[in-house]
């Protein structure tokens, strides 16, 4: 029996081995791939330009870059960051502080947010697309910040809950012996004690954000331009890879790998200044 069980946990400790080293080998063949393809494209002129003229759908174009990609992303993602925290913070903090009598609740409130994280982001694009064509409005960057805040809002809400849920009661409850009512409690002890981990929730609900594709694409919609209203169209880096590829001129589709750099970057670096700001361990 003895020597059974030291074999299957041989047999699962190298079955797991593997599939790491399958995944960080997938990894960086992804990485090395468009850096391959795309770091001859890459320069200064590209990040800091737009585009001159119909430069996605396979146009040929007349030189530039991706600017208006760029900042259509970060305009895009951090003011849906921004809605979303002003939704999720209350609502983690609700469930942690409010709903505690009342578990069964809870529970199903915790479900419910998690099917809608795993709710594929096409669904909430064509969501968002049926709300603007019942409103009578167009692709614009108002429309795409709403969109992708709806998509990462339960993704927030639950970052958030796991953080908080790792609050001793016993603060809760010290702080109640202190007369403090509950608001106060959730957001002087609460929010304080947990903001190292809730800057972790944000900063995953924005490298999501800024990565998908698939919310923005019926919209944000697309435009050479920089937008500088929130009734304008506004080009997105996972957009703007996904037109580029479409043509058959090859520096496109290098260009294409360039803004995949720039893209996997801004991930890369939110990811590791979440892993710095862990939340604290009690």
């Not at 795309?38 to 119909?54: M, Q």
């Not at 972790?200 to 609900?205: I, K, Y």
Request: hydrophobic share 50%; aromatic share 14%.
């Amino acid at each position: 029996m003895k020597l059974r069980r030291k074999w299957e946990e041989k047999f699962f400790h190298g079955l797991s081995a593997v599939v790491t080293l399958v995944i960080v080998l997938v990894l960086v063949d992804l990485i090395w791939s468009i850096i391959a393809k795309g770091a001859s494209s890459l320069s200064w002129e590209v990040v800091s330009n737009s585009p001159k003229s119909a430069f996605y759908f396979g146009g040929e174009g007349e030189g530039g870059g991706f600017l208006n990609a760029i900042a259509g992303s970060f305009y895009l993602a951090i003011s849906a960051v921004v809605v979303s925290f002003v939704v999720s913070l209350p609502v983690a903090l609700f469930l942690n502080i409010y709903l505690l009598k009342y578990p069964k609740l809870l529970t199903a409130c915790r479900f419910f947010l998690d099917v809608l994280w795993g709710i594929p982001s096409i669904v909430y694009g064509a969501f968002g697309y049926l709300i603007l064509m019942y409103l009578g409005y167009r692709n614009s960057l108002g429309a795409g910040i709403i969109t992708v805040a709806t998509l990462i809002s339960p993704i927030m809400i639950r970052a958030m809950d796991e953080v908080l849920k790792t609050i001793p009661i016993g603060l809760q409850e010290a702080s109640y012996a202190l007369g403090s009512t509950k608001t106060e409690t959730a957001y002087k002890v609460f929010f304080r004690q947990a903001f190292p981990g809730l800057a972790t929730a944000v900063l995953l609900a924005f490298g999501r954000g800024i990565g998908d594709a698939a919310s923005v694409l019926f919209t944000a919609g697309f435009t050479d331009l920089v937008p500088h209203k929130l009734s304008d169209p506004a080009a997105t880096l996972p957009l703007f890879i996904y037109y580029q590829l479409q043509s058959p001129n090859e520096d496109l589709q290098n260009l294409a790998y360039a803004a995949s750099i720039v893209l996997t970057m801004i991930i890369l670096i939110t990811s590791l200044t979440a892993r710095f700001l862990k939340p604290k361990k009690y």
